[in-house]
């Protein structure tokens, strides 16, 4: 079964900036999509940002501008840079091949992930 491990969090305050990184194994980050996801207490898991097999990158409205998804093929590691990060960024973040292509309908991110890892704790505070 795939495995993924993210890195990557920690405590920042509002305003500051994190750069999560995720490394699947037995999976080549630039065949395939792959999203960032978080869960905050008490709320459902959501899709925040979606990379394709070909490059493209699509976002959640709340994050838009703010977040970038990028990939290392050398390193087979995919990153999200979070800046400008907001109190509402709090929450468990993982990543995940999605269950379909990325998609955006409105504001989310349409497809879930398909396998989960422990997730890397992203705490904005002041």
């Known amino acids: 079964q795939l495995q993924l491990a993210e890195s990557g969090g920690g405590l920042v305050q509002p305003g500051g900036s994190l750069t999560l990184s995720c490394i699947p194994s037995?999976?080549?980050?630039?065949?395939?999509?792959i999203g960032w996801f978080r869960q905050a207490p008490g709320k459902e898991r959501e899709g925040v940002a979606c990379i394709s097999s070909i490059g493209n990158t699509y976002y959640a409205a709340a994050v838009k501008g703010r977040f970038t998804i990028s990939r290392d093929n050398a390193k087979n590691t995919v990153y999200l840079q979070m800046n400008s990060l907001k109190l509402e960024d709090t929450a468990v973040y993982y990543c995940s091949p999605p269950l379909g292509p990325c998609m955006v309908e409105g504001d989310t991110l349409v497809n879930a992930g398909a396998y989960w890892g422990q997730g890397t704790q992203v705490t904005v505070s002041s």
């Open positions: 037995d999976m080549t980050v630039g065949a395939y999509a």
